[in-house]
């Protein structure tokens, strides 16, 4: 049974940092990527990474900031934000394959 379980979201003041770790079981998948959804907003592609080559790709507005990565096991993979900004406030939701959700967890940016 496939899980994507997230974790590390938070309150952060802006120019802030925080790390999100998702943890994956009942496959090693072919790409894993970070979404994120904003109230009134439709759910857009933060980051993702393939499990072979390990190749990236970043939205525009995270680009320098934002950084994907996974573990040697290819079992978690982490997204690191840094320099945050109000306009990051979203749930970012974990997403394995193009296909798999996480429950999502919540990254709010506010002074």
């Known amino acids: 049974q496939v899980q994507l379980v997230e974790s590390g979201g938070g309150l952060v003041q802006p120019g802030g940092s925080l790390r999100l770790s998702c943890a994956a079981s009942?496959?090693?998948?072919?790409?894993m990527g970070w979404y994120r959804q904003a109230p009134g907003k439709q759910r857009e592609l933060v980051a993702s990474i393939t499990t072979i080559g390990g190749s990236t790709n970043y939205a525009d507005s995270v680009k320098g900031r934002f950084t994907i990565s996974r573990d040697p096991a290819k079992t978690t993979v982490y997204l690191r934000m840094n320099i945050l900004k109000p306009e990051d406030t979203a749930v970012y939701y974990c997403n394995a394959n193009q296909y798999y959700w996480g429950q999502g967890t919540q990254v709010t940016v506010s002074s």
């Open positions: 009942g496959t090693i998948f072919r790409i």
